[in-house]
Nanobody, 124 residues
């Protein structure tokens, strides 16, 4: 069992930055692939970024590539998402998720545990 708690969301102007954190409970954090997803009102949950267990590989949605950076600190049981050059279309609830086994890293259904989400609002 893994519990995930996101933090760091807020209101920011277009072009600004935020850093989201996701703290995980349990001793086996390093055994999980970690992902960030987001969901805007009236839209389906979509993949944002993911990172492998060791942090050696990262994956991004095309819409955020070059602007967002995912990282993890296994000693602190925490995964981060740095959001730069934010746009109004980045406004959404951001969720972190953990997967013990994953074949399609961009698919929400592959993830076993989810946090409660943190709101990111970007004003124009």
């Amino acid at each position: 069992q893994v519990q995930l708690v996101e933090s760091g969301g807020g209101l920011v102007q277009a072009g600004g930055s935020l850093r989201l954190s996701c703290a995980a409970s349990g001793r086996t954090f390093s055994s999980y692939v970690m992902g960030w997803f987001r969901q805007a009102p009236g839209k389906e949950r979509e993949f944002v970024a993911a990172i492998t267990r060791s942090g050696s590989a990262t994956y991004y949605a095309d819409s955020v590539k070059g602007r967002f950076t995912i990282s993890r600190d296994n000693a602190k049981n925490t995964v981060y998402l740095q959001l730069n050059s934010l746009k109004p279309e980045d406004t959404a609830i951001y969720y972190c998720a953990a997967a013990s086994e994953v074949s399609t890293i961009r698919t929400p259904g592959e993830y076993d545990y989810w946090g409660q989400g943190t709101q990111v609002t970007v004003s124009s």
